[in-house]
C-alpha cells in the first residue's frame, strides 16, 4: 500500500483545509486509517483514526469539534476536514494505514503541511 497526502497549505487562525490521502492498491479499503502530525522539535502524534469500515472514528482531545476524518471507499481515499485552525495545528501531517486493528501503524504518506499564522 502506497499513501499520498495533499491539501496542505498556509492559512490564518480560524481557517479550513482538507487533507486527503490517496491509497495505491485495491485492499487500501481494508485498512483502517488514521492522521497523525509532528511538530518542529516534537515526536509525531496521534490526530485521528476511522476504522476499515468507516462505522468508527477516534480523536485526541484537542481536535474534537474541530476535525472531522472520513473516507471514500470508491476514491480510495481518506480525508482530515480541518475547522477552525490554530497556529497550535502547524505541523506536518501525516496518514498511515494498518490492516490489523490493534496492531501498529505498517504504512505511511510522505507528509504534508499545515502552516497557521495568527
Known amino acids: 500500500v502506497q499513501l499520498v497526502e495533499s491539501g496542505g497549505g498556509l492559512v490564518q487562525a480560524g481557517d479550513s483545509l482538507r487533507l486527503s490521502c490517496a491509497g495505491s492498491?485495491?485492499?487500501?479499503?481494508?485498512?483502517?486509517v488514521g492522521w497523525f502530525l509532528q511538530a518542529p522539535g516534537k515526536e509525531r502524534e496521534f490526530v485521528a483514526r476511522?476504522?476499515?469500515?468507516?462505522?468508527?472514528?477516534y480523536y485526541v482531545d484537542s481536535v474534537k469539534g474541530r476535525f472531522t476524518i472520513s473516507r471514500d471507499y470508491a476514491k480510495n481515499t481518506m480525508y482530515l476536514q480541518m475547522n477552525s485552525l490554530k497556529p497550535e495545528d502547524t505541523a506536518v501531517y501525516y496518514c498511515?494505514?494498518?490492516?490489523?486493528?490493534?496492531?501498529?501503524?505498517?504504512?505511511w504518506g510522505q507528509g504534508t503541511q499545515v502552516t497557521v499564522s495568527s
Open positions: 498511515a494505514a494498518k490492516i490489523l486493528p490493534n496492531g501498529e501503524y505498517e504504512y
Open positions: 492498491g485495491r485492499t487500501f479499503n481494508n485498512y483502517a
Open positions: 476511522i476504522t476499515w469500515s468507516g462505522g468508527v472514528t
